[in-house]
């Protein structure tokens, strides 16, 4: 233990002390820093001097993107006239902030126009020949990007690489200066730290890179695969031991790739029909073997003919065929007169009425309640368009017995006693409704998310099967997107609610997307297309014949041509947004015998858009266009627009050429007088477009204008409350029914003028007063208290076959007393046991009885009724 202690004590003893240092002398104060005066005279001050400065510095990133493209707006210079310098700095700032006021003439003011821009943003002088990439004409396929699939992961961002802004810039090796995106020079796959080159053009040499002598480190000539090196070089493998891995991978990748077709050291030619050769202007993807060619629009390329790209679409005058081959539409002055609920029918599929009243017919079966005939159906789904004509926070309920909450006490609520239909009934049957056959169990085999969508699929093939049969669009045919709201279960965490759940920004609701087309003139839907997720529409795919064709294209693609495929081949124009326009829909719809139209913005594989972004243009209208030409039939066959309007826009389009369009005219309050008290003046501004844009913007907003019908006006998405997925989706269907009947009403009877919010609300009592499958009768004048036993219905008023049950039922001569039942009338609540001869049966009288008060009573329901419903009978 002592041994112990005497180690521990040795081992830890204190260190030697050191002896302080001596202070050290006091230092001298810092020297006190004074503001230096900055050197005077420079040139940019001078008022008249000449210089130049980059687009968005003083014109902002926006309008400098619609004049030079979103490409080269921060690349291109500008040059301007100073006017005088004056200090911008803020009132809580403390030094001077200089800035000048600049004359620049941008292409968009060729007079000039006067801007503020900070001083170290201006440089003086000209701006340099070749600095700007319209001067160079250099194609922006060729540029470095950091985000190229070939070279990423070897490359860093190296600044400037255009060689628009500082023509300083070097490469990685060190001090050579590159002029051309291709320029840079550097080995391939690994970093010039030597700058050592056989040709002494690049590298630690100093020497400049250009287009003629651009080599590697190694004297292999520059591709873009090889454009760039390291800033960094790779860590030395280590002794014995072969390249990287990761440098393996890179050399394979840049092997495997080929390489990209330069067109300005190698240009191409396109052979027109006529034996002319014309260059090709852009190649896309810029590979010599898989590109596809475009070359300058103009009368030599395109033509004046009307076969390829100047071929006119089919016009024709839409119409829908009834079942004896007659013709609904303005021309046809025999549905001048047409009812809305005949309006209501011709748009509804019949077999689809007749499913819906078999499937719930075989529900209510089960529940022990009365079935529905065709009449009942009606009034039945005209109540529910009734119901959404009230704003009201409670259930459905609430709409009979006139106690239900509004949002105002002021409001009375609403009573549907009135309707015929009381709530004991409507609400039998609305749990038994069924749209579409589903079998209670899931079969064997089946997913999940393929049972529940049957809830819905045979409402949407009723109304494909029942548009492409009978309905004849127009020349234009738009295909878009809609939404049918739902906030509930749904999506792919839970089996439960929609199968699949859509949510974009772009829309201003969430729920069921579904994929339509429309008849451009008309306004009227002609085909629906539910979209149900990536794996249930594999699956779908799969099972077509076609299946293997289908995957060789995109799915935009796909999806215009199984939404015009009952007009194919018929020489119609389809247009569509940026959800389908590309150029491989271009040619799938021409091959399909129509032309396309849209409006390109991501889908640009084979489309010319870097080529388009280097247009400069100096006004709203302003265009230029490229064509394809093909390669069988020397033939123009697409032709691709960018065009200036609010922002620059990309189009494709098959037909109507470079045939100029109507302007577009639009009234803009502007302040012409620079006197601050001066009022604004309205002016008129004219911008002049194409006609293939002028077309596109014509039939764009068809879905759109319907859809806005659909959600604003007749609102079932959001009034007919539901906690049933299925419930909601075909009612979404339906409600586009009820939106397509307003359009062919608006537009075959003469003059009718009623917005949609008075359509929805008549057509709703139409459909509540309708005799649909109630044989008409002739009226026979009879006492209205006689028993009609005939087999043929009269309109009377007669008493009820019906009988009463229970206690109380007998007369005193023994008699059975006649049943009773509250009037059909509007505001009359009364007990009567009288009933319409034509609407109610005569022998079975388990069927619904029409209840009215007889005349005299204070009560003109009856009269009414007689009136409206059955007029053509006592005429």
Partial sequence: FCHRNEHNRDTMADPPQQQPSPPSPPQPPPPKRTRTTKKAGDPRDVPGATVHALAHTFMGKSPASHVFGNINYNKTYVRGTVIERFNSKKPAAKNAQWSLRVTFYPPSHPDGKEYEILRQHCKHG????GTNPQDNNIYPSLSLDVSDPVIRGSTTYVPNAMGTVDNSSTAAGGAGSNTDASNVSGNSGEANVSG????GDGGGGGGVATQENAATGDGTPITETSAVSDAVPPLPAAAGSGPAPQQQQQRRRRTAAPSKHNLLTHPLKAKLRNGTEVPVLSLNPPYKDEGTKWVDANATTVGTGNDGVNAKPLQTQWYHKTSFNEKVCKE??????????QSFLHMMPPAQLQTMLDLTNTRLRGKSQPEMTKQELIKFLGVCLLMTRFDMPGRKRDFWGGDGATYSKHVPAPDLNSTGMKRHRFEHIWAAL??????????EGMSDAEHRWMLVDDFAEAFNKYRADTFNPSGSICVDESIVRWYGFGGKFVNKGLPHYVEMERKPEDGCEIQDAACVDSGIMIQLKLVKGKEEDDRLESKKPDAAQRRCRNHGTNVVLDLTKPWSNTGREVIGDSAFASVMTAREVKRDGNHFIGCVKTATKNFPAEHLEQAVFAQRGDRV???????????TDMISWAWLDR???KFIATAHGLEEGKPIFRERWRQVDDDPNAPPTQVCIQIPQPLAIERYYEGAGAVDVSNKVRQNELMLDRRLKTDKWDYRVNFGILGIIFTDSWYLYQQTVAEPDECPNEFFSKLADEMIDNTEGV???RARVVSPTEMDTDDEPVVVLR???RKRTGKGSNNADGSTKAGTGRCAGKGCNHQTSFVCGACTHATDSAQKQHWYCRPGKGCTAWEDHKNCMHSDALA
């Fill in 126 to 129: 000209e701006i340099p020949a």
């Fill in 196 to 199: 050592t080159n056989n040709d």
């Fill in 332 to 341: 046809n002055e025999k549905f001048s007169e047409m009812t809305r609920l």
């Fill in 434 to 443: 069924r749209f579409s056959f589903q079998p209670e169990t899931r079969p």
């Fill in 625 to 635: 266009a490229l064509c394809h030409v093909d390669e069988a039939t020397r033939c």
């Fill in 647 to 649: 922002n620059r826009r």
């Fill in 775 to 777: 044989r008409p009768s």
């Fill in 799 to 801: 008493q009820t076959i």
